[in-house]
Structures are given as C-alpha cells and as structure tokens.
C-alpha cells in the first residue's frame, strides 16, 4: 500500500511559479513511476507528467513542456513538480499518482495509487 500526500498548491497571477510535493509512505518508492494528472470541474482528470522510478526517463504533455519540470528525490520519497510560466488554464486540481506503468510512458488515469489533490489557481 502507498499513501500519497500532495502540497504546494496555491494562488498565483499569470506569469508566476508553484511547486508542488507529493510524499509517498512506504520503503518501495523508487520501484513506483510516479506522475502528475490535472482535473477542472466537469472534465475528466487528465495526464500532465511523469517520471520513471530511477529519474531517467521523463514524460510530458506538449503544453506544459519548457514550463514545468518533474523530479524525485527517492531518499526523501517525494515527487516534486516545478511549475513555471503558470497560465490561467493551468488552474486546476493537480494530484500525484503511483504507478509502475507510469515508468513506461502509461498516461492513462487508471493508476494503482492517487493522492487527494491540491488547488492550484492562476489569474489572468
């Protein structure tokens, strides 16, 4: 079992930066890729980035590559997303997963592991 907890959320103007934590109980971090999903009222809960479990390999949706950055530190089994040039359709609810698939390039948001979610919102 992984538990998950989210931080870092916020409001920010457009233009500006957040970074958000996800902390993972449990001795089998490194062995999960972990990603980042987005989900607005009324839509579906959507894939933004991921990373496999040794930080080698990165995935992102086209619309947030150059802007935001995934990383891990797996000896402090947090997941961290930079979030730079944040734009008003960035708001929305972001929530860590943990999956392994998500090592391997899996966007679905089928995932084994979620955490509750944190607000972000950025105002024009």
């Known amino acids: 079992q992984v538990q998950l907890v989210e931080s870092g959320g916020g409001s920010v103007q457009a233009g500006g930066s957040l970074r958000l934590s996800c902390t993972a109980s449990?001795?089998?971090?490194?062995?999960?890729?972990m990603g980042w999903f987005r989900q607005v009222p009324g839509k579906e809960r959507g894939f933004v980035a991921a990373?496999?479990?040794?930080?080698?390999?990165?995935y992102y949706i086209d619309s947030v590559k150059g802007r935001f950055t995934i990383s891990r530190d797996n000896a402090k089994n947090t997941l961290y997303l930079q979030m730079d040039s944040l734009q008003p359709e960035d708001t929305a609810i972001y929530y860590c997963?943990?999956?392994?698939?998500?090592?391997?390039?899996?966007?679905?948001?089928?995932?084994?592991?979620w955490g509750q979610g944190t607000q972000v919102t950025v105002s024009s």
């Open positions: 449990g001795r089998t971090f490194s062995t999960y890729g």
């Open positions: 990373i496999s479990g040794n930080g080698d390999n990165l």
């Open positions: 997963a943990a999956d392994r698939r998500l090592s391997l390039g899996y966007r679905s948001s089928v995932v084994n592991y």
